[in-house]
C-alpha cells in the first residue's frame, strides 16, 4: 500500500470511529484512551473531559466499577470478549448523575491481560429500559445477571456470594417491582 493509501486507510478508519452509531472507547489498563463522539454525548461530557480517565468516572460507585472490573477478568472467553448489561451513570450535562441501563460489549486485545488494552461498546438502553426503581449498587449487579437468565448459583459464582444471598436479592428486587414470580421480574427489568 502506498504511503497516500495508508492515510487513506487511517482517515477512514479514525471516521468510522468518530461516526459510529455506538458509543465506543479503546482503553489502556480501565483508562479511556479515546472515546468517540456517540459516548461522549451518551454521558453528557466533552471528548476531553472523558479521555485520559478511568472508566470509574461512569459507574454509579466505587464498589460497581471494582465488582465489574473483577467479573469482566472472570468471564472473558477464549478470544478475550465479555458482554453485559448494566446501569451506568451520566457524567454531565443536563441529565448529569442520572442512572440508565446500557448495553457494554467488546473485548481485552489480550485476553492474558484482561484490563491491558481493550475496544468497547456501549448502548444506551434508557428509551427501552428506564431504571425506574431505586436500587442498592448490589441489587442493580442482580438484576443485571437475572436478565442473562442465570440461576442464583451462577449469580453468586460470578458476584462471589453465596446463592442463598442472591435469592434475598432476588426476593428485594421481586417486592420493589411488585413481581410474583422471576420471569415476571425480568421482564418488567427489561421493560
Not at 479515546?34 to 459516548?39: A, I, R, S, W
Not at 441529565?95 to 491491558?116: I, K, T, Y
Not at 461498546?121 to 443485571?144: H, I, M, N, Y
Request: charged share 25%; net charge positive; aromatic share 6%.
Amino acid at each position: 500500500m502506498t504511503s497516500a493509501g495508508a492515510a487513506a486507510a487511517a482517515v477512514d478508519h479514525r471516521a468510522a470511529f468518530d461516526l459510529a452509531p455506538i458509543g465506543l472507547v479503546l482503553s489502556r489498563n480501565r483508562l479511556m484512551v479515546d472515546v468517540n463522539q456517540q459516548l461522549a454525548e451518551m454521558f453528557g461530557a466533552p471528548r476531553d473531559e472523558l479521555i485520559g480517565k478511568s472508566f470509574e468516572l461512569l459507574y454509579p460507585t466505587v464498589a460497581e466499577f471494582e465488582r465489574t472490573g473483577e467479573r469482566i477478568v472472570a468471564s472473558l472467553d477464549a478470544r478475550g470478549g465479555y458482554a453485559d448489561e448494566r446501569v451506568m451513570k451520566r457524567v454531565g450535562g443536563a441529565r448529569g448523575g442520572e442512572l440508565f441501563w446500557c448495553h457494554v460489549s467488546g473485548r481485552a486485545l489480550d485476553p492474558r491481560q484482561p484490563h491491558a488494552a481493550g475496544i468497547w461498546s456501549f448502548e444506551d438502553l434508557s428509551s427501552r429500559r428506564p431504571v425506574g426503581v431505586a436500587l442498592t449498587p448490589r441489587e442493580r449487579e442482580v438484576a443485571a445477571l437475572l436478565i442473562q437468565g442465570l440461576t442464583s448459583k451462577q449469580l453468586g459464582k460470578r458476584l462471589l456470594i453465596s446463592p442463598r444471598t442472591i435469592d434475598v436479592y432476588r426476593g428485594r428486587l421481586m417486592r420493589k417491582y411488585g413481581a410474583a414470580t422471576t420471569t415476571e421480574l425480568v421482564q418488567k427489568l427489561i421493560g
